[in-house]
């Protein structure tokens, strides 16, 4: 059964029309990168795939990305992830799951 809820409490709780959409980042770098190339790689990881796009990410080879202002990421931002990635030499691997609740993640 649905529940009555304020706007300002729905704004509160991240539900309905406040809800923030992101989604998961896992990717693989090729073994025997030096700390140098890593540090390239997660420079640019940060400043052109997620950064120049308006998200935050959290996490290393396994993360979240979300939009950086309040909001919800959209399919436009995970396939810029996902593109950015899959150009890259340094990675074997690449997966940007599907948009899901930020604020309220199932598992």
Known sequence: MSRHRSRRLRKKLHV?????????????????????QM???WDA?????IEAN???????TDGMA???????????HREAVRA???ARPEVSEANVGPLIDVWYLER
Request: aromatic content about 14%; glycine content about 16%; hydrophobic content about 40%.
């Open 39 to 41: 540090g390239v790689f």
């Open 66 to 76: 979300c939009l950086r202002k309040r909001g919800s990421a959209e399919e436009s």
């Open 54 to 60: 308006g998200l935050l990410y959290g996490g290393s």
């Open 16 to 36: 309905d029309e406040f809800q923030e959409m992101g989604f998961e980042v896992t990717f693989r770098l090729n073994a025997g990168l030096s700390a140098e």
């Open 84 to 86: 950015w990635l899959a």
């Open 45 to 49: 990881f940060i400043g052109d795939a």
